[in-house]
């Protein structure tokens, strides 16, 4: 399987002239390594159409959709406009957007509409999921496999076939992270993963589904993710920003 290497450009950068020359950026790398990996480059959506134009070795994502298509959604964005602005992949429940929930059962809730507008729409989801905290008892693992059922119970056999799953663990992310993640604790994740999918969606739907890595992943750490982790990708936050350690980064895993 191809790896799949997703670019979180987050709240950057602030004009469209730097998101442009970041994509040529992203591009040259893109294209040096097209054959071993594919890489979706999720700006926020205002610069979407820039990126998009910039190249078709670039594929792009948005990092959220309205849970809704109803028009009287202020500032909000809807499934079809982002595929309409150049999107063909979606971001649906990063953490910093389940954060904004008031709790995990809301949170839960909006990712499931949100899903089902992003297939809807015909756009590769990319769907989040992963704890806020580690505890020894292996309570955490009820965390995910909540966000996990609560999102995929009733979708068909052949919008699962389109879904990517990312494991973002919280506790790992950003500058607030307490510790890197280990390879083996996102192996037993990734094992943890497919097990809930084989069980509700049968095991080869188990066995097939791709699984990225998405804990504050760099250019030291990225390689160990795959090759120990057994993630069949990576989505890169902040050092998808920075051109040359994102482009050491690609070149560490392909
Ligand atoms: P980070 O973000 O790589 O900047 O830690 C990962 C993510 O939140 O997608």
Redesign the pocket.
């Known amino acids: 399987m191809q790896l799949l290497i997703?670019a979180?450009w987050?709240m950057a950068p602030e004009k469209a002239a730097e998101a442009q020359k970041l994509a040529k950026a992203t591009r040259v790398v893109a294209a040096k390594y097209a054959k071993k990996l594919s890489l979706v480059v999720c700006p926020p959506a205002v610069h979407i159409a820039t990126v998009a134009a910039v190249s078709k070795v670039l594929k792009v994502g948005a990092q959220s959709v309205a849970g809704t298509s109803e028009i009287a959604q202020t500032g909000l964005l809807s499934a079809a406009m982002v595929k309409g602005a150049g999107a063909k992949y979606a971001?649906v429940g990063?953490?910093?957007e389940r954060a904004r929930s008031q709790n995990a059962e809301q949170g839960n809730a909006l990712v499931r509409e949100q899903l089902a507008r992003v297939l809807e729409a015909g756009v590769f989801p990319i769907l989040?999921v992963g704890e806020k905290e580690r505890d020894t008892q292996g309570w955490y693992l009820s965390e995910v496999k909540d966000q996990l059922e609560s999102a995929l119970t009733g979708i068909s056999r052949k919008a699962l076939a389109k879904l990517v799953i990312?494991y973002?663990p919280v506790w790992?992310?950003?500058a607030k992270?307490t510790r890197e993640a280990t390879p083996v604790e996102c192996h037993e994740m990734v094992i943890y993963i497919r097990k809930i999918v084989a069980d509700l969606f049968g095991h080869s739907a188990g066995a097939a589904i791709r699984i990225l890595y998405?804990?504050?992943?760099?250019e030291k750490n990225a390689k160990r993710f795959i090759v120990e982790g057994n993630a069949q990708g990576l989505?890169?936050?902040?050092?998808?920003l920075d051109p040359k350690r994102f482009t050491t980064l690609i070149a560490s895993v392909a």
């Open positions: 997703a979180n987050k971001i990063h953490s910093e989040c990312a973002e790992a992310i950003g992270a998405g804990g504050s992943v760099d989505l890169v936050g902040r050092v998808s």
